[in-house]
């Protein structure tokens, strides 16, 4: 019983400290926290409004990167083929007709789609400004043309019909049945075609711009161009859209395509849409901002907590003087830091919701999980890392100092 009793005030005691260890940092972050809460409330507003950037740059590249790669990405095909030794530039491509047919005698091929591209305006009634669009010639029913998914899809390879995609449909207020006017420059001219809407389909962009799908006999006739087309020429587009029959695997079909059709070049989707015009410059731009934004925020955040901490060296001497642990002046600050920062996140996270509420729904801003998880991720890692340097300065506090019992 004696034992018992010796013991039990020793367990105590042993409880009593780990609950103080434990509680007395949460106690004195909220305490000073709430004391100094014009300046925390600044410094969270600094890591708000450095959030809603990061975030609004991610929205940015996610909307400009689908805005320069929707179409091809979501082409039902396997291999794109382009013109050899062009770079895999889309506009210096140019494939003839001919073509066509040695591709369609190669083993595994189920269906192949020509594709063109080219750009005009449309005329639209009640608006001062015409509406750019990417004009795509495809071949109906083949590797190219998307899926209506109101309407049909595309008739004849002369029909005067268009498919147009959701960005058009959007910023127009076009229907099916409608008809839209195109305007396009032949030679020194200006000339107007009307086409039928037969079908609209998921948005498609291509070169950032909403796209319009023709048959390529009437996109061949309703492009811009130097001069009026010669029904005798042979008609010449950028793209083989090709299809396999899923008997051979990918890097063999592009070993017999580009050694039984002559000059030819053969990548996957996503090796073609990253060549697609900007696509690539953009990316990589928006991500050195956003490295940038990083950077400035970790070194803002850096110098405030540094500051902070330069302030209240004295108070520190004098928790560490009554016994306070360098575990508690860690736990106080660290507690502070994360605080100050998840709260700013919170905002900015709000901010960039209301944001994107108020900004136009053409703006091409799109928020990817994995983007977003990414950037507030950072965010909340900057916090810590800027303190770092703060928890240092105020653990090299000295009592007697803090005292005034030292020089």
Known sequence: MQAENVQTPTLYGTRLRLTLSLWLPLYLAFKEIWRNKSRYLLISGVVAL????????????????????????????????????VDLSIPASRLAWSKLRQVRRVAGVAAI????????SLVVEGQADRLSVSLIGVEPGQPGEPRALEGRNLGGDRANEVIIDQGVALRTGYEVGDSLTVKSAVGAEEKYYTLTIVGISDSQQYSLEPSIFLPYQTWEEVRPRAETVDPTDEFVFNLIAVKSDGHAGFETMVDRLESSVTEVEAVDKKTAYEKTPGYTSIQSTLNTQRTF??????????????????????QVGMLKAIGASNWTVIWTAAVQIILINLFG??????????????????????FEQGTVLSAISLMLLIGPLGGIVSIRTLLRAEPLIALGLAE
Request: charged share 10%; proline share 3%.
């Open 345 to 366: 996140v919170a905002l900015g996270g709000l901010g960039i919701g209301g944001l994107a509420m108020i900004l136009p729904a053409t703006t091409p801003l799109i």
């Open 50 to 85: 450095l959030t809603t950037l990061i975030l609004f740059l991610a929205g940015l590249a996610g909307g400009l990167g689908l805005g320069g790669r929707e179409y091809i990405e979501k082409l039902e095909a396997d291999i794109i083929l382009y013109q050899a030794e």
């Open 113 to 120: 789609g020509p594709i063109a591209f080219s750009s005009a």
């Open 293 to 314: 934004a990083l950077l400035i925020g970790l070194l803002v955040l850096g110098g405030f907590f540094h500051i902070q901490a330069l302030q209240k060296i004295g």
